[in-house]
């Protein structure tokens, strides 16, 4: 399955602790989303990359959260000083543009990583 | 932003049974998709659809961006339909982040 995929699935720590989850994406695609799902609501954006390059981050995105995407391929999404109220299914998805850097369609998701803090 | 509403919260059926979820939106849209989200969270992508009409087996879809809603279709319900099923939109002038709804909780009844 050439799917996106993320790591780990789960996380449990406590809080203050820093954690850090990957995301790989679908191999011919350059564009690269982390969004956000707390238990009842649908999925929030945090931020997103073109190639290595960070395009846009969410009000969301405080500055405890950092996202990387080194070389254009898997991204990490590290937490620093984790709260409780960071407990959440982060998800992640990737899509591809065409050569004129028009986006194409579909968004593709991985399975999330659900953050339990302790 | 972009608003997006999603109608009825939830919906509760017998197998067999047909249902149309509806989505509203707020402003024009460059990007539609429907999202299936099963109970291990994962988001399944049922449609890209900013417009038109599409059809997946007993699923179809029906998007009418000068009106600025999209309907989603399910015939002859199963249970493994269930679920949460999520609408997100791009707006046009947002770049590439979807927004999404707060979801449609289906419940199928065998």
């Known amino acids: 399955d050439t799917g996106v995929s993320q790591n780990p699935r789960h996380k449990i720590t406590k809080r203050g602790q820093n954690v850090t989850f990957r995301c790989d994406p679908i191999?011919?695609?350059?564009?690269l989303y982390w969004y956000r799902q707390t238990l009842g609501q649908g999925p929030e954006f945090l931020t997103y990359?073109?190639?290595?390059?960070?395009?846009?981050k969410s009000r969301l995105l405080s500055d405890r959260f950092s996202a990387e995407r080194p070389k254009g391929s898997f991204s990490t999404l590290e937490i620093q000083r984790t709260e409780q109220g960071d407990s959440a299914m982060y998800l992640c998805?990737?899509?591809?543009?065409?050569?004129?850097?028009?986006?194409?369609?579909?968004?593709?998701f991985g399975p999330g990583t659900r953050l339990t803090v302790l | 932003g972009i608003q997006v509403e999603q109608s009825p919260p939830d919906l509760i059926l017998q197998e067999g049974a047909n249902s149309t979820l509806r989505c509203n939106f707020s402003?024009?849209?460059?990007?539609l998709q429907w999202f299936h989200q099963n109970p291990w969270g994962q988001l399944i992508n049922l449609f890209y659809?900013?417009?038109g009409t599409k059809q997946n087996g007993r699923l179809s879809a029906t998007t009418v961006a000068t009106e600025r809603y999209s309907l989603l279709y399910i015939s002859s319900s199963q249970t493994t339909d269930s679920g949460v099923y999520f609408c997100?939109?791009?707006?046009?002038?947002?770049?590439?982040?979807?927004?999404f709804g707060e979801g449609t909780q289906l419940t199928v009844n065998p």
């Open positions: 998805a990737s899509s591809r543009t065409w050569a004129s850097g028009a986006p194409t369609d579909t968004q593709y």
């Open positions: 191999s011919e695609h350059n564009r």
């Open positions: 990359f073109q190639n290595e390059a960070q395009l846009e």
């Open positions: 402003d024009s849209v460059n990007n």
């Open positions: 659809i900013p417009s």
């Open positions: 997100a939109v791009v707006e046009e002038t947002s770049g590439s982040r979807l927004t």
